[in-house]
């Protein structure tokens, strides 16, 4: 008996190991969703440098509480699943709402998340899944920072044209 209470342990710590490594997680059902769909879904997942598990509510409950994720552990009853991301906390979001906006997949069901520490609830999640990635917000704090520059060159060039005519 004390060996499987061992073991149990030891699940539970290297979960808990996993959530607090991991720069986001989030809890969704998948009940009724078919093989195939959750082989495309984790398929989605492992491109974009997250991991889907399916982990047993009681060892996922206790980790989350091992975490200080105490909020969530209300969220780890049925039959869920957990998709962590190593560092972009948008990605699994952004994966799991489109996933499930195909036709084989509406029965997935955001419930919570975590994101950087912090419980997030299924709106903040979904607002989370609408903004754009780590890449595409560089990007465009770079082309934002890049337009004004070159404005800024046009008329300082201009000022020094119209000082070369007086």
């Not at 061992?6 to 969704?28: D, G, R, W």
């Not at 499930?100 to 509406?106: N, Q």
């Not at 955001?110 to 560089?138: A, I, N, R």
Request: proline share 2%; with cysteine; charged share 25%.
């Amino acid at each position: 008996m004390k060996e499987i209470i061992k073991c149990k342990e030891n699940e539970v710590a290297q979960v808990a190991e996993k959530m607090k490594n991991s720069a986001a997680l989030i809890v969704f059902k998948y009940q009724g969703l078919t093989v195939k769909s959750f082989q495309k879904l984790r398929k989605s997942m492992r491109e974009n440098g997250c991991d889907v598990a399916v982990i047993k509510n009681n060892i996922a409950s206790r980790a989350a509480k091992a975490c200080g994720y105490d909020d969530v552990t209300d969220a780890f009853s049925g039959p869920v699943a957990v998709a962590f991301a190593a560092t972009d906390v948008v990605a699994p979001a952004k994966i799991l709402f489109q996933v499930a906006a195909e036709e084989d997949c509406k029965m997935i069901e955001v419930v919570k998340g975590v994101v950087d520490g912090d419980v997030y609830s299924y709106d903040q999640v979904k607002t989370l899944s609408q903004l754009p990635s780590y890449e595409t917000l560089l990007t465009q704090l770079a082309a934002g920072m890049l337009g004004t520059l070159s404005q800024l060159s046009i008329g300082l060039n201009m000022l020094v044209e119209k000082g070369q005519e007086a």
